[in-house]
């Protein structure tokens, strides 16, 4: 294959050459804005505050911002970024997820600071990087809002969350997270915004941003790259 002057790849859905990782025409066909609901990015018919899930029990964080569901193809895309060492993915899915409003235009003073989701030090050093990580640095250089990676950390490896239902996933996290002791100060009274790459139950961005409340924090919303459509009731 001929590659045409001042293309710069192959779109990783397509296969085809264009000016980036994702063309324009896979993000139109497969990235088109969806209605959610506002407080946990559940897709939604209607334009709702809240879906009746987080009526019921509404999480601790109060907003999320997603880009794409999970699924056909970005779950594969995500897999690759993930865990396949295509840390360079990281550019292109944070451009996903800048062409949402993400709590809309803010002062610079007043956008709060971002902080990627913790990986646990074994698994970390297992894949030698932390997606959330990744994008959470693209996405505050972007935006110029302060990201933070040393803020929140897991302190307990427990098993991957992918291999569990919902009551798991719940259970599996209790006590997995804390705020580092250096930066409780900083954290008083601050908005943050936790950014992950996907979203599923919410277990994960709920045990997190209890734990931050608890630890000072004014306000947490999430901001993923993805998020899984709904689970049967027994998942």
Known sequence: MVRAPGWSGLCEVCQRWGSGRLCN???????????????????????????????????????????????????????RFKFRGQVELADALAGLMLGQPAGGPQAPEL???????????????????NQAWE???????????PARADVLERVLDTPAQAELGRAGRQRNLRAAFMVAPAQRDWLQGRDVCLVDDVMTTGASAREAASCLLRAGAARVDVWVLARTPALAPDH
């Open 135 to 145: 994008l959470a640095r693209r996405l505050g250089r972007a935006r110029c809002q």
């Open 25 to 79: 025409d896979c993000v139109a066909r497969f990235a088109a804005p969806a209605t959610r609901c506002a407080r946990c990015g559940l897709r939604t018919g209607l334009a709702l505050g809240r879906c009746g899930e987080c009526l019921r029990d509404p999480p601790p964080f109060q907003a999320t911002c997603c880009a794409v569901d999970y699924g056909f193809p970005w779950d594969g895309v995500i897999a």
């Open 111 to 129: 956008q709060p600071a971002l902080l990627p989701m913790p990986l646990a030090p074994r698994r970390l050093a297992e894949r030698g990087y």
